[in-house]
Structure formats: C-alpha cells, structure tokens
C-alpha cells in the first residue's frame, strides 16, 4: 500500500508545482494566487481548507463588506451599546447591571437541502453564538420565508424546518417568542430560515472570542468531530443551487440538542467560576475559524495538536478535522491553573473536553499532525484579511416600469358585499391567516419568564423576578415593499420591528439584522443589497438604534430568478416592569378604540394588491421616521401611565388585519366608523406606516387624547371594543366565529 | 415552619429552575438534586421537573430512570415519601415503575404547545387537595411524548380506584387514552401528569393563570401539617 507523504509546511516548501484543489474547494484563481503570495509558498492542503472555508462568502462577507462598514460609519450615539459589530453577538445595556445579548442569523441553503437538520442546527448555531458572549440563552425567534403556501414543496420543507426548529429549540429549553412564518412565490427554491437569540447575562460577565497570556490552554469541548458538513461553509453557502451538481446532503450537519443543552449548562457554570479567558463557539468552518479568529483577536499566536481532537471518525483527514462543521462544539481558552477545574466542570455534565493547544507568545497560528507542522499562517490573513470585492451594482431596468405600474389604480370594491368578500379572503389568505398549528409546535413557557409571544407584536421576557425588568425583540422584512424600492424597503422593516416594540410598551434600543438577498454577482441584486444596507443604516441613525450585529445571506437564488430582497430586522427593547406591558387582545367591551397616525392611499405592495389582485408594483408605502419615534414615545408613555389597555401596530393587511386580530385574541368584537375624509376602503386596507391602534378605557380618554394632541399624533377616535362581530358601520358585520374559522383553518388545511 | 421540596436536575431537564420558582411561589423551600447523588438531602418532598432528560434519546425518560438518585426516589416513595413527575418527571415516573401506564408519541406526530383545559378527578392526593374533585382548570401542556397507554385492564383498575388525577377537557391533545392527563399511585403520594402547573403560578407569566399554584400549596399544607 503506498502513502502519500504527509503535506506539511516544509513538503509544501519543497514541492510548490503540486496542483492543489481550490476551486473545488470554493476559492477563484485569483484568490488562490493570493494565498500563494500570502505565504510566499503554495499551502499545504490543510492551510488550503482554512482559507478556502474562511475566505467563503458566508465567513468572510468579502462581497458585502464595503457596504456593511456604514453600520459603523452611521452609527448614532448610544449609551446602550456595550458590544459592538464584529463579536459573536452584539451586546446591549438594558440597566440594573444587566445587559442582553441578541443576534439573527440565515441557515437558509442548508434548510432547503434537509429541512429538519438544517434549521435545527441554524437554532444550534446561533445559540451558541449566545453562549460564547458569557450570557444564558434566554428565547428564541424565528423569522422564515417559504414558496407558495400551496405548493407541494412547501409542504415538505415548511413541515420539516417547523419539526426543526422545535424539535432542536424545545429540547434546549429555550422559549420561542417570535418571528414570521411568510409565503411568496419568490422563495420556491430559496426558503429563508433565519433564527434569532437573546441571552443575558450581568455586565461584568461579557465575554470575547481572543486567545491571550501565552501558556494558557486551549480546550475544545463538546461533540466529537465527525465528517458532517465538511465544506459546508465554502460549497454549501456560497453558491448558487444548480440541479446539473450532485446532492448537497452531506455537506449539510446534523444537530444533537441534548448534547447543546450540555454544552450550555457547563459553560455557564465555567463562567460562574471565572474559568475563562475567551472563547468562541464553533459553527460555520469548524476549527479553521474558532482558531484563527481566537488568535488574531487576541495578543499572542496559538499552536494546535490536531491528533488531539477527539474524532468520531478516526479516518479524517487533518483538511477534513479542520473543515469539519460538526455541530455542539465550543473552543476556551482557560489559563494552566484553571484547567483541572475546567475539566472537572465539563465531566460533571458529561461532556468531552480536551486540551488541544496552547496560546504562544508568536503571532502564528501553527497546527500539528502526526508531528509534522501542517499549517504555519499568519491568523489574521485567515480571518481578517480575506478578499473584498467592489461587485459592480446597477439599478436594473426594470425598476421604473415595477414602480410604475400603480398598485392604487387597482379595481377596488364596489359595494359593501364585495368590501365584506375581500376582508374575508385577506384574514383568510396564507400570510395574514393564524400561525398558530405553526407556533404551538414551540414550547412558549418554559423558563417560566415568557411575558407575551406570538401572535403578539413583540416577544418579551422578564430577566429580573424583583423588579420586573424586561426584554422585547421583535423580527420584521417584508420583501414585497423591498423589491419596489430596496432603500425604502429596508426602513420599512426597521420601522416596523421599532413600532412593535414599542407597540408593547418597551422601548426600542438596538437592531441586529439578517440580510438575505440574491447572487452579489448579478449587478441588479448588489444594487438592491447596497440600496437596502443604506436604508437600513440611516434609518439606524435617524432613530438612535445602532446596528449591533447580524448575518448577511446572499446566493440565494435558482438560476436567473433571485427572491425578493429581504432584509430582515430585529429591534430589541427594555421595559422597565413587565407588569406595565400592552397586550394586543382587546379584552374590555366599552373600551375606545383610537387610531394612531395618517391613512393615505397606499397600496404598493400591500397584502391586498396580492391577495385580491396577485400583483407586485407602485412604490411602498412612505417612510417617516421621526412620526415613527413619536409614535413609539406615544405608546411607551400610554403603556407606563396605563393609559392603554390594548395596542396592535397596521402594517400588513392594514387596519382590518389589526382589528380582525385582536378581537379574536380577546374574544371581543368591535364597532367602527370610517372616520371623515377616508373611504372604507382606505380605511380598511391601506398600509401606510406609522400607525397603530390602541383601546383606551374610558377614564382615561381626556388624559389620552390630551397627550397626542400636546405632541402631535393624529389620534382618531374609530370605533368601541363591543359585541361578538367585527361591524364596520354601514358596511357589513362579520361574526368573530366567521372570522375564526376563516383566520385559523387555512394554515391546517394546507400543511396539516 | 416551612417545607424542603427537592427538584431533581437530570442531564437534559429544562423545568427545573422554574419548578424551584413554583416552590418558593407557594411558600416552600426549593432544595437542588442532582441526578447522580443518591443523596436527597432530606427534603420532605420530591419534584421531577420536566424537560427532555437525556435528549428523550431510546424513549423518554428510559435513562433517567436508572440514575442514581431514582435508586432513593423509588424506595423513599414506596415508603411515603410524596414525589410529583411533570411531563418528563412523569415519564420518568412510570419508565421507574412507580405509576403504571406508558407514553407514546402524540398521535398528531407533533410537538404541541398549548393552554389545556383539564378536570381535577381526584383532589384527594398529596399534590391535589387544594383543589376540589371535578373542579376546571387551565394549565399550559408542551410534549412530544404524552399519549398515555395502558392495558383496559389497568385503566379500568386506575377508574375504579379514582387514581384518574386528571382528565384532558374540550380538545385530547395526544391521543391519550380515557383522556387522561395525570394518575397517581394507590396511595395517593405519587402522582404524574403531562401538563406543567409550573407554568401556571404567576398572573403576568406564560397564559396569565395561577391555576397550578394549588400543586404546591397542596403538599406544603399537607407537609407543614403532618
């Protein structure tokens, strides 16, 4: 039996004409050159892996980059922010010596591939993500994104990403409070399955992914390292499907939540006892990243024995160990006195832990195999230093005709019947009909801290028993408004995500965002990503909520068709006491309902213009931001005062979505008049931003509606929570148990 | 004076913080177990929390059943010690052999996570007497596994006996049989159910109900009392 020598360093050295496998691996000619130049030598196969995985468009953002630096360029002034972009997660100050954690992040090629795995292990990722900061996880969100509701692949991957989530979130004990669960035609090929976590922690415990204090060990715990989702970060994330390429499946990872909930608790318990100096979760490029990333962020090198690794399958290579993409894995480094303690720690919760290296007082990352050194690179080339690419962008042609074919010159209703029809089939259509077969597959309640969930505006989890301090998040992106105009899209769906916080009565704080958009490689797309990212990044500075992370996805396309730009946006807020909260359910017959802010014709991409009339065009509705804080000022203020009962914010569907949702949450009706000067239809489906409608008992009406008119809200008086219909004077009246059967039985019947 | 109520924490529990909270609601004392201490540091009772023990891996509650605190459990409760088994506790419970009957997967196939109405059947055990026979309460339920089985043979004993705890009202969520939710053993200190009165002690928490507070008031008289 031959054998083919080791390749290490000085082998690489020695023979620089061997033809080594990079673009399998992911990288382009020139990118490969660099590397050469880089290390002044080809690189071995092993350096090879690491950069072919870190210089990935999932690990190194190389296309989006120079568009990203804005979130910092255009951050506003924030005493909230304690951690920035460019860590695990964002880290936030939400007071009482608090601070909150939260991220969003895509696994969305890997969910359409094998959808229960690929979205578990996207709830995995990003939990530890969570965990590596030094906070507990305490809720999850998930925003997602499917192909027509009645297609039949959406009832293999729907089910299947649902099964997912739930079965990896409830297993770690994580309640999901949140996300969006949306259907367009756009996403057939392309589902978006982004999750989002919180975690908290006190101050003084933040913790950073870098290696420091040369001597100080480097342990790697959790799973052992197998061959799932080996080039996973490279291959799977960074290219466009194709059906001509064989099966993906192996290159997607499998998740044991068990073995997370482990890796959780003995973490935690490691940070109690000051066990660590950094540390850093391993998720996309496995161990390439977590060393590299451990030693360039901190002062000295680090040297790795990769025999160390414990295996689950002895025949990997040391390219595949370092590429591997096993899940429920973490990397600490623990200073030599504290390591005995360390490992006790991890024993007591059975979970494997090894001493795999050591920091150095270099500045190079060097890796060993069977003794020979296989990799000698400077980290920081490998992390850091990755390609960036200027991609050309250009507003496509076909922009201006999509924005000119007018959503308000749509046929509207003409008689109360056909008003009373289109209120039927809206409430009842896949994206504004109930979630619930969706979401009770979620465990809400356990850690018994779960103030409201979904359907509610916002999530909020209280942190603190004595005081009642809490936590609202809230995810929202509608691709609709973004394909009209990208810019605008994206503060849409800031707006819209501030506006439920607020809606709940938290105050907004800090946006992290998942951007999921087509290849960067078609100058159309790169224009919508810039445009979005611009958007997004000045409407971040226009409402004080500086951008503290997030996760850009992009390939997310079949051949030419790419989905509709998505920017995703998470806020997360702080309410001083939970018990001052604003529910959505109307639950008090008699209590006046107001409506807050203006109602214009706006039609452009509304739920509406699809339900009724299948059609995308005309311009979104208007963003103004400045009557979007006042607005949320409004409802914090009403909210702390008790002046509120209930609060639901208009954004798709409109006020009748709003209306038709809230009575049914409380089992109570409602009464409206079309005010002066809007049209029942107007009144109905229009989707202009800003708005939100509250029940306000009648005690406190004066002291309301003084307020609104001292700063200046439109508040118009609609309508009385009343009765067991929803009845629009003049119009028609629907019985709640019509609009019941109509919200609740379409998800079940098309994916039960 | 007041009560020790022990919370084992197995590998893979998740309620085990919160039924510490529930506890203290109710004016006991939460004392920490932990699954591989025999050890029960004399608490006047036992809660076995739920969560996924062991990633609910083999079947749930297979494993758990053999850690070394169940050693204790299991010869304690057949000597009195009351002992509470919440949806995986449950499992635990009767995979321990202390309560008859087995869970399945929900017939649905599907996690589910709801508000459940249930009817108290028997308000005569350690963990029940603050309740009244056939009194209606709402009580958040999330599982994968909860259809209870057992042989007609058993089910009829469990029904003659009154050890049918509590019964699923308007809507069986898992298929289980009679509808049951919860049994106890014949001497009533040992009782299981699927739903999680944890989760139904605080009015701003979870539904907003503090229909499971009585759980805990319930054995705290009874201990304060004895």
């Known amino acids: ?752 | 004076m007041t009560a020790r109520i022990g919370v084992v924490t197995f590998p893979g529990s998740l309620d085990d913080r919160d039924t510490q909270r529930a506890i203290r609601l109710a004016g006991a004392e939460p004392v920490v177990l932990w699954h591989k201490d025999k050890d029960l540091k004399q608490v006047d009772a036992v809660v076995l929390p739920g969560g996924f023990s062991y990633g609910d891996y083999l079947r749930a509650g297979a494993i758990s059943r053999f850690s070394p605190v169940m050693d204790t459990v299991v010869d304690q409760a057949k000597s009195g010690l009351p002992v509470l088994g919440i949806c995986n506790g449950f499992q635990v419970l009767t995979e321990a052999h202390l309560l008859p009957g087995a869970m399945l997967g929900n017939d649905h196939r599907h996690f589910i996570c709801r508000d459940q109405k249930l009817r108290v059947e028997n308000a005569a055990t350690a963990w029940t007497s603050d309740y009244t026979e056939g009194q209606e309460i709402h009580i958040p339920l999330k599982n994968m596994d909860g259809r209870y089985v057992a042989d007609t043979y058993t089910l009829d004993l469990l029904e003659a006996e009154g050890r049918v705890a509590f019964r699923y009202l308007d809507v069986n969520p898992n298929g289980s049989l009679r509808d049951i939710a919860g049994v106890t053993n014949e001497a009533g200190n040992v009782v299981g159910l699927m739903p999680h009165p944890e989760h139904a002690t605080e009015p701003l928490i979870g539904t907003g109900r503090t229909d499971g507070l009585p759980f805990f008031t319930s054995i705290l008289k009874k201990l304060v009392n004895a």
């Open chain 1, 1 to 752: 039996m031959s054998r083919t020598p080791l390749d290490t360093v000085e082998h690489a050295a020695a023979t620089p004409d061997v033809e080594l496998p990079w673009a399998e691996l992911g990288l382009k000619k020139d990118e490969y050159e660099r590397v050469v130049e880089i290390l002044g030598r080809r690189p071995t196969g092993a350096e090879l892996a690491m950069y072919s995985v870190m210089w990935s468009e999932h690990c190194s953002y190389k296309s989006s980059k120079v568009h990203l630096r804005q979130f910092g360029e255009k951050a506003p002034e924030s005493d909230a922010l304690l951690v920035g972009i460019g860590e695990n997660a964002g880290v936030v100050d939400v007071g009482q010596g608090y601070a909150v954690t939260f991220k969003v992040e895509s696994h969305n090629h890997p969910s359409y591939v094998e959808p229960y795995q690929g979205a578990a292990t996207g709830v995995g990722g990003i939990v530890r993500d969570i965990i590596a900061m030094g906070a507990r996880p305490v809720a999850v969100v998930d925003p997602l994104r499917f192909g027509a509701a009645d297609h039949p692949d959406t009832r293999r991957v729907l089910p299947g990403v649902v099964a997912g989530i739930g079965g990896y979130g409830n297993c770690l004990g994580l309640p999901n409070i949140g996300g969006e669960v949306v259907f367009d035609s756009c996403y057939q090929g392309n589902p978006l399955v982004n999750a989002g976590a919180i975690g908290v922690m006190r101050h003084e415990d933040i913790h950073l992914a870098k290696a420091s204090g040369a001597g100080n060990k480097v342990i790697l715990y959790g799973a052992r390292t197998g061959g799932d989702g080996i080039g996973g970060a490279s291959i799977l994330a960074s290219e466009t499907f194709d059906d001509a390429k064989p099966s993906k499946r192996p290159a997607v990872q499998v998740g044991d939540p068990f073995q997370e909930k482990l890796l959780i608790e003995c973490t935690l318990e490691a940070f109690r006892e000051k066990l660590v100096v950094g540390i850093q979760d391993l998720g996309a490029a496995g161990l390439s990243c977590a060393t590299s990333e451990l030693a360039s962020n901190g002062s000295g090198g680090m040297r790795v024995v990769l025999d160390d690794v414990p295996l689950r399958d002895s025949t990997l290579s040391p390219e595949e160990i370092l590429m591997s993409e096993s899940q429920e894995r973490m990397c600490a480094v623990v200073e030599p006195g504290k390591v005995d303690r360390f490992l006790e720690i991890c024993a007591k919760w059975d979970v494997i832990a090894t001493v795999i290296g050591e920091v150095t007082d270099g500045d190079r990352l060097e890796i060993y195999w069977h003794g020979g050194k296989i990799v000698d690179v400077d980290p920081r080339t490998v992390a850091h230093d990755g390609p960036v690419y200027e991609r050309p962008y250009a507003r496509p042609e076909w922009q201006d005709a999509l924005q000119a074919d007018d959503a308000n010159k749509l046929p509207r209703p003409e008689t109360s019947e056909e008003l009373k029809d289109q209120v039927l089939r809206l409430v009842a259509s896949p994206n504004q009909a109930s979630k619930k077969w969706i979401t009770q597959q979620y465990d809400h309640f356990v850690q018994g801290n779960t103030v409201l969930a979904q359907p509610e505006d916002a999530g909020m989890i209280r942190i603190d028993e004595q005081s009642g301090l809490g936590v609202a998040i809230a995810t929202d992106g509608n691709g609709r408004y973004a394909k009209l105009d990208p810019y605008h899209g994206a503060q849409l769906a800031l707006a819209e995500a501030y506006r439920n916080v607020a809606t709940t009565g938290a105050k907004p704080l800090a946006v992290s965002d998942c951007l999921n958009f087509g290849s960067p490689e078609d100058p159309a797309v790169m224009w919508q990503f810039a445009e979005a990212v611009r958007g997004l990044a000045d409407g971040c500075l226009q409402l004080g909520t500086p951008v503290t992370g997030g996760n850009v996805s992009l390939y997310n396309q079949t051949g030419e068709a790419a989905i509709h730009p998505t920017p995703v946006v998470a806020v997360l807020g702080v309410i001083d006491d939970v018990a001052r909260r604003t529910p959505a359910a109307f639950r008090e017959e008699g209590q006046l309902l107001y409506l807050l802010g203006d109602t214009r014709e706006e039609f452009g991409g509304s739920a509406w213009s699809q339900v009724v009339h299948d059609h995308l065009g005309g311009l979104p509705p208007a963003v103004d931001l400045e009557r979007e804080r006042l607005l949320a000022d409004i409802l914090i203020s009403a909210s702390r005062d008790g002046m509120i009962d209930a609060a639901h914010d208009l954004s798709d569907g409109g006020l009748v979505q709003a209306v038709v949702e809230s009575a049914l949450l409380g089992g109570k009706g409602a009464r409206l008049i079309v005010p002066d000067g809007l049209d029942a239809f107007t009144f109905l489906f229009s989707e202009s931003a800003g708005r939100a409608i509250v029940a306000v008992p009648r005690s406190e009406e004066v002291r309301f509606t003084d307020m609104c008119g001292a700063r200046g809200l439109p508040a118009t008086r609609i309508g009385v929570v009343d009765g067991d219909a929803v009845e629009v004077q003049g119009e028609f009246s629907l019985p709640l148990e019509r609009l019941r059967t109509a919200h609740e039985e379409t998800i079940p019947a098309l994916l039960a």
